[in-house]
């Protein structure tokens, strides 16, 4: 992605700091930073080196990064202040030092503390740079992240694009080499390394999670069925998508199952639309299940949910989240029952909420596949 379109989503966020009174935005959790700069750094998962960006009302944002993501951040976001540190342990007088040399001594200052965000910056150096700013004031801005992030600019449905064709383009080539006898370990093997070589980022990781609770331990005997759930990456944009299959010979039980918990997913598919709630199209999932003898969604069960840089953001389609849907946002719905022998029945399709609708970005899960 371009600097404007970052410049953009700086400017999108000023307007939200001014609407609820901060004069700054401090983030720090890997998924803000990579919304905000494109540097899609790998430090996060270690924790020790924190990487910080600062934006202000007016001023071009600052980052405090750890040393060797200078050369990177100049290409992803360039222009901007940077304060870097040598190694660990992080030094938070010098986040100190970047807030006061932006006079913000004094001021309210937004940072992750909502009930979905995690703060970036470990809680002894926040408590020690709150300790040396007693005059700032730090508040809670999750809601303004969230609403900065549910719903996706046409650049980053178009990644997400992407992603969801690459994991298409995956998982066709994984069925092509299948066969009774491999194990749930070795196919999550063979679909992990089939969604890199179809383009899948190999620096962000994707997912990839292989079993329906009941078989494939000891190896696939035929007749039993398989499910997947996984997920491409690019640019850092995820899938998130699930597929059943049969190893031959499929029975008749087995084809209804999937009947029903196809027109279960079209029916939630079908309720999708700007104006409706989330909990609305997780209502249409309840009452399928109902219609079909299954037990109704508990209250707070969510049958989807949002995607993007994260695999799993707002909203959750769930009886108890009553966001309205928007074009722009991007949806996994994902309905699913138990059986009494405890396998999972499962699919999942990826969704761009639109203004007359929805747009599937996947298809192919009412489709059973069989293995032969």
Request: net charge negative; hydrophobic share 35%; proline share 6%.
């Amino acid at each position: 992605m371009t600097q404007p379109v970052f410049e953009q989503r700086w400017d999108r966020a000023r307007k939200e700091m001014q609407q609820r009174g901060l004069d700054a935005l401090l983030v720090g959790d890997k998924y803000n930073y990579w919304y905000f700069t494109g540097h899609l750094s790998r430090e996060f998962d270690k924790k020790m080196r924190p990487m910080l960006f600062l934006l202000t009302r007016s001023a071009s944002p600052a980052l405090i990064v750890y040393g060797q993501a200078e050369a990177a951040l100049k290409r992803t976001c360039p222009g901007n202040i940077l304060h870097t540190y040598e190694d660990v342990p992080f030094p938070p007088e010098l986040l100190i030092q970047a807030l006061a040399d932006m006079e913000l001594h004094s001021s309210r200052i937004g940072m992750e503390f909502g009930e979905n965000e995690r703060l970036g910056l470990s809680y002894n150096h926040f408590l020690q740079v709150r300790e040396a700013l007693p005059d700032c004031q730090f508040q809670d801005a999750g809601e303004l992240l969230r609403q900065l992030r549910l719903i996706k600019a046409p650049d980053e449905i178009e990644l997400i694009r992407q992603a969801c064709q690459i994991s298409l383009q995956g998982w066709k080539k994984t069925l092509s080499q299948l066969r009774p006898g491999l194990t749930n370990q070795e196919i999550a093997r063979i679909l992990s390394a089939e969604l890199c070589s179809a383009g899948s980022d190999f620096d962000v990781a994707g997912h990839v999670t292989v079993g329906n609770g009941v078989a494939g331990e000891t190896g696939y005997q035929p007749g039993q069925v398989l499910w997947c759930d996984f997920g491409a990456t690019f640019n850092g944009y995820q899938a998130d998508l699930s597929r059943r299959a049969v190893f031959d010979p499929v029975s008749d039980p087995q084809l209804e199952m999937h009947r029903c918990i196809s027109s279960i997913l079209r029916a939630q598919i079908e309720a999708i639309g700007p104006g409706k709630r989330a909990s609305d199209c997780a209502r249409v999932v309840s009452d399928k299940l109902q219609s079909h003898g299954y037990p109704p969604l508990g209250p707070k069960k969510r049958v989807g949910h949002g995607l993007g840089l994260s695999p799993g953001e707002p909203p959750s389609l769930s009886l108890a989240d009553d966001t309205i849907l928007q074009p722009g946002m991007i949806l996994t719905p994902e309905p699913r029952f138990f059986l009494d022998s405890g396998e999972r029945v499962h699919l999942e399709e990826v969704v761009v909420v639109t203004e007359e609708g929805c747009e599937q970005l996947t298809e192919g899960a009412e489709t059973l596949e069989i293995i032969s």
